[in-house]
């Protein structure tokens, strides 16, 4: 199966809370990232959390980390429609001398008035 | 600081020709890497270098191929172009020892959006 998924599409009202859901396969993975996508433009960090914690605030952005499930996700709160976006999970993976990042293929987040 | 710099921005080439896309590392990172992304997916690591020297390859042909130069700024070279080719290129740097895990977040630039017709 693929290293990183996500589901494809979340659609939120505007100050609602947002959460997006990543599942990943590498146990090694030592950060875990989130990036996010607007049309035409490249990735934007948002935040990452390292392997060892369960959870990382960052003003609207919590990440939540179960370990053990390997899952990760995203809330974003009082979610505003310049939050509208892809939003991408990404796991580190070694192979070789290379470090690379997997990534899942994105949730797209729609945000309606 | 600067951040990832990428040129050209947009770029429409032929099939069977060759493009050369350009990146500027962020300032004091010593890692870049390059990655493709196709409509409606997410990126795919085509490779990495570190020190001037190819530091690992994903599930890209040979006419895939790069350079780092000393001052960390990188190029992307594509021959032969395909039509499958047509994406957004990525190009992402970092600081660290590559093999040792990624130590520091990759910091991406805007793309280079290649068709190939």
């Known amino acids: 199966g693929e290293d990183v998924e996500q589901s494809l599409f979340l659609s939120v009202r505007e100050g609602d809370s947002s959460v997006i859901n990543c599942t990943y396969t590498d146990s090694s993975s030592t950060y875990l990232y989130w990036y996010k996508q607007e049309p035409g433009a490249g990735l934007q960090l948002l935040t990452y959390i390292f392997s060892n914690m369960d959870m990382k605030q960052d003003q609207r952005l919590t990440v939540l980390l179960n370990k053990k499930d390997k899952h990760l996700s995203l809330r974003i709160a009082d979610t505003q429609t310049g939050d509208s976006a892809i939003y991408f999970c990404a796991a580190p993976k070694v192979t070789g001398t290379a470090s690379k990042l997997t990534f899942g293929t994105g949730t797209r987040l729609q945000v309606t008035l | 600081e600067t951040g990832v710099t990428q040129s050209p921005t947009h770029l429409i080439k032929t099939r069977g020709q060759q493009v050369t896309l350009r990146c500027s590392s962020q300032?004091?990172?010593?890692?870049v890497s390059w990655y493709q992304q196709a409509l409606g997916q997410g990126p795919q690591f085509i490779f990495q270098?570190?020190?001037?020297?190819?530091?690992g390859r994903g599930n890209f042909p040979p006419r895939f191929s790069g350079l780092q130069f000393p001052n960390y700024s990188s190029e992307l070279n594509v021959n032969a172009l395909e039509l499958d080719d047509s994406a957004l290129y990525l190009c992402?740097?970092?600081?660290?020892?590559?093999?040792?895990?990624?130590?520091?977040?990759?910091?991406f630039g805007n793309g280079t959006r290649l068709t190939v017709t």
């Open positions: 270098y570190y020190r001037e020297e190819e530091n």
């Open positions: 992402a740097s970092s600081l660290g020892h590559p093999g040792q895990g990624i130590n520091s977040p990759l910091h």
């Open positions: 300032s004091g990172h010593n890692t």
